[in-house]
């Protein structure tokens, strides 16, 4: 019976405050589309800056005199080796269509022989991207038979690593203070919802309603509010990104629909910065009711 009530009044509650409830809505779905975009914006940039770096953390040179069983002895050794993302293997023919690509001459007309060693690259996974740790790998690579130099740009990779995590710093910053804006944004538009509310608080208190029969309607009103405003968040920051890729203006690398965990994410988070700001109010206007 009291679930039936529950329910029952907090879909009454809408109707007898409709245009308090969509003012409400569409400031939960402002302040929604905020902390989201604020994560993409966030995301993106780290992609791009990510972009700055080689295709590749460092490559390997071999010797001209490595035979094929040297390579693949290689090839195996460097694969195995913890923490390697990708490994790509250039021949001597490879590298000679790549000179020709960036240089726009063939090596082979200058040249009789082709000069250009063979080689592997490699790129290294997230959490194993760092100096140190490259070091280490560089050194044991080293000690390798038929391994000639080993290539790797210490200054940029620092450069760009030392780039992402000034980002990641500010970017935590900044997020955090999107949400407390939010916070205050959408507490203030609730706080009038509810006021416009105070006769029927007024007269359930004085029939006898205990405060969690009052609190309940509004708690249910306030997770529906928060789940309609972060759909409509989702809508709209999906929207600008077909916009963005459909009028040619950029291809975000991050999108909203590629993030299943942000878009739950959203939702739950204004599911509960309504539903708790819609309690918090109640529970404050209860204090001066009699």
Known sequence: MKLNYIIREGIVGIRRSTMAFMNSVF???IALVLVAVGVLFVDNGLEFIGQLQADYDLEIFLENEADAGIKQELATIIS??????????????????????????????????????????????????????????????????????IMFKRDLFD?????????????????????????????????LMILSRYDFIETVRLLGASDFMVKAPFFLEGGLLGFIGGVFAILIISGFEFALKYFHIIDLPSRIMNHPELMIGTLLFGIALSSLGMLKTVRRMLRFVA
């Open 159 to 191: 450069r760009v690593q030392g780039i992402m995590k000034s980002i990641y710093v500010v970017a935590a910053a900044a997020i955090f203070l999107i949400i407390l804006s939010t916070v205050f944004l959408t507490s203030n538009n609730l706080r």
């Open 80 to 149: 195995e080796y913890p923490g390697i993302f990708r490994m790509d293997y250039l021949s001597k023919e490879d590298a000679a269509a790549l000179y020709n690509a960036e240089f726009g001459e063939d090596v082979l007309s200058l040249l009789d022989d082709n000069p250009l060693p063979s080689s592997f690259r490699v790129t290294f996974e997230e959490t194993y991207r760092s100096t140190n740790y490259i070091q280490a790998f560089i050194n044991s690579m080293e000690a390798l038979p038929m391994v000639d130099e």
């Open 27 to 29: 400031s939960v779905t």
